[in-house]
């Protein structure tokens, strides 16, 4: 029996050209969407008032510029996954249904169903605003949804078997390892795993959105990364199912596709944002993607983590800054990594292309994990993550200077002549403004 399952499991070893010549359709796809598709959402948001006006505070342009760009990136990404629908997969398993000679590539619909609350709630947060209870309640449905078709359900498992394998051989524990590790210990780990993924990433995204280009163009950098790991995987047939190998791929591709075609419209000076719907969005995709990841060996979930490691240590830098400095961790301030350049005098642009760097340095060190034993990969993630946490430290990206200013001192002023002080480590609290 077991030689038999054996037997069936492939051993071809694909070119990276195989793998993405059944799927590159779904770049070109999304990329044209998204290019055509933003400056129609333009109109759309100037003709319904959604814009975002200046608050000379820390909405530092200064004309009013439209919403609804991450509509644009997420019906591009959607257009990317149905046409995948109608290609073939570059490998198939038996027992795969086969359509006149042909086996397509399913996309599970809580993909798109969880994206689709992301979007909503989005979309109602651009509009009217939600409170941060109500946005991360829809964030864990989104998880949900996930779960609920088996995404992420088994996260856990190799590491819990990894863990349980080392912790016999240590006590010298004869039984078996997996008794250690038991399937209910598995679901809720992973259930937990999956929330957190999914709420940490949309909320990371989210408060990178700052400037201009600058998070879909980490976004898209992620997306690089996540396509280079996903197409390795393909190649060597990391697990036994063929179309979560395709999927993977086919979600890079489209999201990697409808960033890249947002840009050009999004880049320095902006003529229209992506807003909380697209930001958001694009939270939930690389969570997903790192999702997806998990199925794998735990090696692959941690080369992605790496490669979201900006938004991650963005997001946590803050959450600290905001719990030492007695303030409510969902407070807005201006000490993010893009504020911090800005204060040490780099333009708009020299600051997103500063990030860019990073990001592509976070990138090359997640994808040279792939080439290394797991538990090195692990000791140089956090060799990394803890010096840049200590070096955010140093700087004054934790402790935080107050410079208090009243509302209507500011109002009258325009937004050249304002100038707040945003050194490192300044946080602008603005007094109440009083009406005559």
């Not at 963005?314 to 905001?322: I, K, P, V």
């Not at 208090?404 to 002080?421: G, L, N």
């Amino acid at each position: 029996m077991h030689l038999g399952l054996l037997c069936q499991i492939p051993t071809r070893v694909f070119s990276a050209d195989q793998v993405l010549a059944n799927y590159i359709y779904v770049f070109f796809t999304a990329f044209l969407v998204s290019f055509f598709c933003t400056p129609a959402m333009r109109v759309v948001a100037i003709h319904f008032g959604m814009v975002d006006r200046p608050d000379l505070v820390r909405k530092i342009h200064r004309a009013p510029v439209a919403y609804l760009g991450g509509v644009a990136v997420f019906f591009a990404w959607l257009c990317g996954l149905f046409v995948s629908q109608f290609m073939m997969l570059h490998r198939i398993d038996p027992g795969w249904p086969v359509d006149r000679g042909v086996a397509h590539p399913i996309v599970p619909f809580s993909i798109v169903m969880g994206a689709v609350v992301i979007v909503t709630l989005g979309l109602v947060d651009d509009a009217r605003g939600l409170k941060p209870g109500v946005k991360i309640s829809g964030q864990i449905l989104a998880a949900i949804f996930l779960l609920g078709d088996g995404i992420g359900i088994d996260a856990t498992r190799p590491l819990l078997q990894a863990f349980s394998g080392h912790v016999t051989h240590f006590v010298g524990y004869a039984g078996n390892p997996s008794l250690l590790s038991p399937d209910w210990l598995v679901y809720v780990t992973s259930g937990l795993v999956v929330i957190a993924i999914v709420v940490g990433c949309c909320n990371a995204s989210n408060l990178m959105d700052g400037l201009d280009g600058l998070c879909g163009g980490v976004t898209a950098i992620i997306a690089l990364g996540f396509l280079i790991v996903a197409t390795q995987l393909a190649m060597v047939g990391g697990g036994i199912n063929t179309n979560r190998d395709a999927i993977r791929v086919i979600m890079a591709l489209a999201l990697l596709g409808a960033v890249l075609g947002f840009i050009p419209y999004n880049f320095n000076p902006a003529s229209i944002f992506m807003g909380d719907t697209g930001s958001m969005f694009l939270g939930f995709a690389c969570a997903a993607m790192m999702i997806e990841m998990s199925h794998e060996h735990s090696k692959w979930f941690l080369a992605s983590m790496v490669m979201f490691a900006l938004p991650i240590l963005d997001t946590s830098l803050a959450f600290a800054r905001r719990y030492l400095n007695g303030r409510p961790l969902f407070s807005a301030d201006r000490q993010h990594i893009h504020h911090q350049l800005l204060a040490r005098g780099l333009t708009i642009n020299q600051a997103v292309l500063a990030s860019y760097a990073l990001a592509i340095v976070f990138g090359v060190l997640g994808t040279s994990m792939l080439f290394m034993r797991t538990r090195y990969a692990i000791a140089l993630y956090l060799v990394i993550f803890g010096y840049l946490i200590v070096m955010a430290y140093k700087i004054g990206m934790v402790h935080e200077r107050v410079q208090k200013s009243d509302a209507s001192s500011i109002k009258d002023q325009s937004a050249e002549s304002f100038r707040p002080d945003i050194r490192p480590a300044t946080t602008l609290e603005v007094g109440a403004l009083k009406l005559n």
